[in-house]
């Protein structure tokens, strides 16, 4: 009988172990950002947006994991030599990242630093100007941001994050560049905690 009560109270223990210390969110998110084709040093501001579903599993109290699946303008904007001023090349994404997350502070804390790394795989939805040199379907990359979870109220959640992508992959094969995707913007977000 003790070895049953023993057991219990440890499964017992686990359990409410468990349920504070692991947490999911899910919820909308929302961004600008600023988007340039590298190696080009003639880009000029180029606004973008992105708009999309986030998610967060932290299974520990300053870890967890994270990821998007979001609608992402991206591209570049370019002084040209001529007087109509300004070139466009735009490229649409489904872009996936999925983030590796570190937390400061503790669960009981409702403002909560963050820091996050990991990989982002876009794929091409729609392109404009990228003629006679189309964009290739895939790209790849890392995205870093640093950023904050604010809690609302009871499992409600602000998200915000400042994230910088660089792409790995040529963005375009018939170019004679090595063409490469990069942003930088802010993204916010309401999770909500399931």
């Given at each position: 009988?003790?070895?049953?009560?023993?057991?219990?109270?440890?499964?017992?223990?686990?359990?409410?172990?468990?349920?504070?210390?692991?947490?999911?969110?899910?919820?909308?998110?929302?961004?600008?950002?600023?988007?340039?084709?590298?190696?080009?040093?003639?880009?000029?501001?180029?606004?973008?947006?992105?708009?999309?579903?986030?998610?967060?599993?932290?299974?520990?109290?300053?870890?967890?994991?994270?990821g998007d699946v979001r609608y992402s303008l991206?591209?570049?904007?370019?002084?040209?030599?001529?007087?109509?001023?300004?070139?466009?090349?735009?490229?649409?994404?489904?872009?996936?990242?999925?983030?590796?997350?570190?937390?400061?502070?503790?669960?009981?804390?409702?403002?909560?630093?963050?820091?996050?790394?990991?990989?982002?795989?876009?794929?091409?939805?729609?392109?404009?100007?990228?003629?006679?040199?189309?964009?290739?379907?895939?790209?790849?990359?890392?995205?870093?941001?640093?950023?904050?979870?604010?809690?609302?109220?009871?499992?409600?959640?602000?998200?915000?994050?400042?994230?910088?992508?660089?792409?790995?992959?040529?963005?375009?094969?018939?170019?004679?560049?090595?063409?490469?995707?990069?942003?930088?913007?802010?993204?916010?977000?309401?999770?909500?905690?399931?």
């Amino acid at each position: 009988m003790k070895k049953i009560i023993f057991c219990l109270s440890i499964f017992a223990g686990m359990n409410m172990f468990a349920q504070q210390t692991t947490s999911f969110s899910i919820g909308p998110t929302v961004g600008a950002s600023h988007s340039v084709l590298m190696p080009y040093n003639n880009w000029e501001f180029n606004p973008q947006w992105t708009a999309g579903l986030s998610w967060i599993y932290g299974p520990m109290q300053h870890f967890a994991i994270g990821g998007d699946v979001r609608y992402s303008l991206e591209g570049g904007k370019f002084k040209s030599g001529s007087e109509t001023g300004s070139s466009v090349i735009r490229m649409d994404y489904l872009r996936v990242p999925v983030k590796a997350m570190y937390f400061f502070g503790t669960y009981e804390q409702d403002f909560r630093p963050k820091i996050t790394l990991g990989p982002s795989v876009g794929f091409l939805v729609d392109e404009k100007n990228t003629e006679p040199a189309p964009a290739n379907k895939v790209d790849f990359g890392l995205n870093g941001s640093v950023g904050f979870n604010y809690r609302m109220m009871e499992n409600l959640w602000l998200n915000v994050d400042a994230n910088y992508y660089q792409g790995l992959l040529k963005v375009r094969d018939a170019t004679s560049l090595s063409e490469h995707n990069a942003n930088i913007g802010l993204q916010l977000g309401v999770l909500v905690g399931l």
